[in-house]
């Protein structure tokens, strides 16, 4: 079992946090970029004039940033890592985005510091599978996220075309690490425990019905680039 415990995480988040924007693009060859795009089109908001965005687990703010632009609402984006959080604020700055646009502030997934149903829509990209307790995490998306709302999660799962899947997994496992280490050293082992924690996570119909057990309805999900990536999609 790979260890995501909360302070592993978020100490491990934190020394690679100078080298994560780099990597995310460099490994993913900018497909990352076009995942976010989709996650933002599948996202539109009802325009109401209380209407606000969570992304949570938001690191630098990428997809939070993304969301602000194409809607043009509030976005809060929340993560328990300060450094990552601090280069987002700075990344903001040179966006010149108001913190009335895009807020980003400390916020722990599994027991986040805002009210029910505060939000419109709620996202999270790359980030779920780094919550120590899964069904812990769905239910404070769901709680939060105001009736009729939705739920967007972005996450890694496996591509399941036989060739493919074993290039990917070949690369996945063994090259990537060793680019990761060495670009962003770091004592936890980051870019190993990257593949390891994938592999452990649930994806496609298990994840989709976990989503249905925190409390949204009209789940789908779609998987993206031969399968790397998943986008669940479900509505309270």
Not at 38 to 67: H, N, Q, W, Y
Not at 156 to 167: G, L, M
């Amino acid at each position: 079992m790979v260890d995501r415990s909360g302070q592993r995480v978020q100490k491990m988040f934190g020394q690679i946090a100078k080298h994560y924007d780099f990597l995310n693009h460099f490994l993913s060859c900018g497909i990352d970029i076009l995942w976010r795009r989709a996650v933002v089109r599948r996202m539109k908001p009802e325009f109401e004039a209380d209407s606000k965005i969570l992304d949570i687990c938001t690191g630098t703010g990428d997809l939070a940033i993304a969301l602000w632009k194409r809607w043009r609402i509030p976005v809060v984006g929340g993560d328990f890592t300060p450094e990552m959080l601090e280069i987002g604020r700075k990344k903001l700055q040179k966006k010149k985005i108001s913190p009335e646009e895009v807020f980003l502030m400390e916020a722990d997934a599994s027991a986040m510091p805002f009210r029910d149903e505060e939000f419109q829509i709620v996202t999270v990209a790359f980030g779920l599978r780094n919550v120590h307790d899964t069904r812990k995490g769905l239910s404070e998306m769901v709680r939060v996220c105001r009736e009729g709302g939705k739920v967007g999660i972005l996450e890694f799962s496996i591509p399941t075309f036989p060739p493919f899947r074993w290039f990917y997994l070949f690369y996945f496992r063994h090259i990537l690490p060793k680019i990761g280490q060495f670009t962003a050293r770091n004592q936890f082992d980051a870019y190993h425990y990257l593949p390891e924690s994938v592999g452990e996570f649930p994806y496609g119909q298990e994840l989709a019905r976990m989503m249905e057990e925190a409390g949204l309805s009209e789940v789908k999900f779609f998987p993206m680039t031969f399968g790397i990536a998943t986008l669940y999609v479900g509505k309270k």
